[in-house]
């Protein structure tokens, strides 16, 4: 007789206990819809603003002042992490996701509206703080809703409508601001956050399974230095790529961002199970390294092919590395999958930060060549750390 295994998750197709030997449920459902398209909307303003490096140089500040008005973005971010699980567990996912995309909103009416360095940190803050509540509620509920065995795979598929606004957003800002001027690349930032706050009332309620642990959990210390040493790397990209190509005379940040978003959202639909089949650590080890060796061609970036072929690599490493080390920290954490999940995005945000803040003096005095470089020396350190892990 085949044993019976508790399949917890409605929102992905399961709807009771089924035997362990069946094939395994599908994972699309209405749920798993709406809240990709929460992210990819909610996804659309931030991703438009990452045009913003370029519009701040534009107007005379330097590498160091775009850092931070950049980075505030993710420095109220981290503080958007840790509240976003509170406020989950109290009114839900979809009012979460739904607060979090008109918060962002305003963020970007607030940006339109700046003149000085400070109402432009301070409307970037609002974005961040906005926009982490959009990460973290779907993520949460992907997390609750996913069973363990398909973990990677179910994280993977949620981030890819994400991963499609990290193309769309800087080609259609780069289109506004040649057809209509930097007012509109704002503008219709604003109105896709609310379009997704109204999407995201639709989503339908999952059960949490804060309480649904049966074994101890385990240190992911390890998983998470790695996790905000990886990301230090992406926030490089995404802090300074639009300034830095503008000084090496690349015309348009979408080299990169198009076959990034190609790259990773083909390795999460395809490879997506990888990391459950092979195991994580096997899976992310070389992921991590490949990201760190790419990130060496932007120390001598001089053409658009090479952001080309940057962002190829670059997406194939992080749409295998993301989901995996997510799910490694989930796993670990027995069943406080919200908590995890929340951690796990705060680690990440922790280093886009310092990639932000801390890299921006770098770049001021010494280029962008030298950051990147230090970057991929973060990424192979991510990667010694996990493939150390037990």
Do not use: K
Request: with cysteine.
């Amino acid at each position: 007789m085949n044993r019976v295994t508790p399949r917890p998750a409605r929102a992905f197709g399961y709807s009771g206990d089924v035997p362990s030997s069946a094939v395994p449920p599908r994972l699309w459902s209405r749920g798993l819809v709406i809240v990709s398209a929460v992210l990819f909307l909610g996804a659309m303003l931030p991703n438009m603003f990452v045009l913003a490096s370029r519009y701040l140089g534009a107007r005379g500040f330097d590498e160091q002042a775009i850092g931070q008005i950049m980075g505030t973005f993710n420095l109220a971010s981290l503080a958007g992490f840790l509240l976003a699980g509170r406020l989950t567990a109290r009114v839900g996912h979809g009012v979460t996701l739904a607060l979090g995309c008109v918060v962002a909103s305003i963020g970007g009416v607030v940006f339109e509206a700046s003149t000085g360095f400070a109402g432009l940190a301070a409307a970037r803050g609002l974005q961040g703080l906005g926009f982490s509540a959009v990460l973290v509620g779907a993520a949460a509920y992907v997390a609750e809703s996913a069973p363990l065995p398909r973990l990677g795979q179910a994280l993977g598929i949620a981030g890819v409508l994400t991963l499609s606004a990290q193309a769309a957003g800087p080609a259609l800002g780069e289109a506004l601001r040649d057809l209509a001027g930097w007012t509109w690349v704002f503008r219709v930032g604003a109105i896709a956050g609310l379009g997704g706050a109204v999407v995201a009332l639709a989503l339908p309620p999952v059960r949490r399974s804060d309480d649904d642990g049966d074994r101890a959990p385990r240190s992911a210390r390890d998983v998470l230095a790695a996790t905000a040493l990886a990301a230090i790397g992406f926030g490089a990209m995404w802090t300074f790529l639009a300034d830095y190509a503008r000084q090496v005379h690349i015309s348009r940040t979408t080299y990169f961002f198009v076959p990034y978003v190609l790259a990773a959202v083909s390795t999460r639909l395809f490879l997506g199970a990888l990391s459950d089949r092979v195991g994580r650590r096997q899976a992310a080890t070389p992921a991590l390294v490949g990201h760190a060796a790419i990130l060496i061609v932007m120390v001598v970036l001089s053409a658009a092919w090479q952001l080309v072929v940057v962002g190829l690599v670059y997406g194939l490493c992080h749409g295998i590395y993301y989901p995996t080390l997510q799910a490694m920290i989930v796993e670990r954490a027995g069943g406080r999958r919200s908590r995890a999940i929340a951690t796990s995005t705060f680690a990440f945000g922790a280093g886009v930060l310092i990639a932000a803040f801390g890299l921006g003096p770098v770049a001021r005095a010494a280029g962008y060549p030298t950051i990147y470089g230090l970057a991929s020396a973060a990424g192979l350190a991510a990667a010694a750390l996990i493939a150390r892990s037990p």
